[in-house]
């Protein structure tokens, strides 16, 4: 089943008002607690859903400092090298990358610069690490959201039934289920 303007509207909520019960979703948005768990479960299925739980700040844990750092890995270490990027604990996420002079772009977070250094130091001491670019940044112009995109993707009109048949698939009164 296609992402629809339900999903949107369950997303959008969700996003506004994470601490609702699933039953006061469902009174919000006007439908069956049961229509919405099951939505939920195919939006958990689907991925769409990814994370239920508290967004926990680095400043406030003390990690004001945030940096990303490119690693250069050398050929046939990027999975010892990424594997290894877990044990570092004030990485906060690693991607693999392409085009941007590098092979791993990793969030990092510190104490202080003098604390950055260090995790940078140990981060060239990784296996397979040849080249280290580091970017602090100073502040933050978007903090991360989904919500306009959500948004956006509620108002996109979803892709065309086939001919003979009405917005949802059916065939159309009087008409008969396109052939395929």
Same mark, same amino acid.
């Given at each position: 089943m296609p992402f629809d303007a339900l999903d949107a509207r369950i997303v959008r909520l969700m996003l506004d008002q994470p601490r609702t019960?699933?039953?006061?979703?469902?009174?919000?948005?006007?439908?069956?607690?049961g229509t919405l768990q099951a939505r939920l479960e195919r939006l958990e299925r689907?991925?769409?859903i990814t994370v239920a739980g508290p967004r926990v700040s680095p400043a406030a844990l003390g990690h004001p400092v945030l940096a990303f750092v490119r690693?250069? $890995? *050398?050929?046939?270490? %990027?999975?010892?090298a990424g594997e290894a990027l877990a044990a570092v604990p004030e990485i906060v996420e690693a991607f693999s990358v392409a085009g941007g002079g590098g092979d791993l772009l990793t969030r990092v977070v510190a104490r202080d610069n003098g604390h950055l250094e260090a995790v940078i130091?140990?981060?060239?001491r990784l296996p397979g690490v040849v080249r280290i670019r580091t970017e602090?940044?100073?502040?933050?112009? $978007? *903090?991360?959201?989904? %919500?306009?995109?959500?948004?956006?993707?509620?108002t996109e009109p979803g892709p065309a039934a086939p001919e003979g048949t009405g917005a949802a698939g059916a065939p159309?009164?009087?008409?008969q289920r396109a052939a395929r």
């Open positions: 019960s699933v039953r006061g979703y469902a009174r919000i948005l006007g439908v069956a607690r689907d991925e769409v690693l250069e $890995v *050398a050929r046939g270490h %990027l999975d010892e130091q140990r981060l060239g602090i940044a100073l502040s933050e112009r $978007v *903090a991360h959201r989904l %919500l306009p995109l959500v948004e956006s993707l509620a159309e009164e009087g008409g």
